[in-house]
């Protein structure tokens, strides 16, 4: 087995079937989950994705400036305090939020179909503890 391999091909290709998919909305795969929190909770701080998502404030930060940037979020001080950013949805976002939670559940179910409902379950356990062992193994440093 060469797991490295798998992921890899597994991650590029399904990046790239997302983005297919997610054109027609004007997002990418990189931008549809910041969509999905910052609509299930306006007000949400621009640092609180940091334990989110698992990826380098220089990336959220160019994520979420694309997004203000194309009209799909907005980012105001926060009233508590004035250093601190809260990102809310526009009505573009909440266009596209629905499509983009059909759009991730159909490319799931098609991912997953080779496998019976119970090993499926297992396999996104089973991936979830290999994420966080590999998230682990670069904060050892």
Known sequence: MNLIRWLSIAGRHTKMY?????????INCSQHMYIIKICEHPGISQEQFLDLFYLHPS????GLGSLIKSGFITKNASQQDKRTYCLYPTPKA????DKIL?????????LLSPLSE???GK????LQEIALQSVSMTQEK
């Open 59 to 62: 990336n959220i930060t160019r």
């Open 94 to 97: 909440y266009a596209v939020y």
């Open 118 to 120: 119970e090993d499926a």
């Open 102 to 110: 059909a759009i991730l559940r159909e490319t799931q179910e098609q």
């Open 123 to 126: 396999f996104g356990e089973m």
């Open 18 to 26: 997302l983005d297919q998919q997610f054109a027609p909305l004007g």
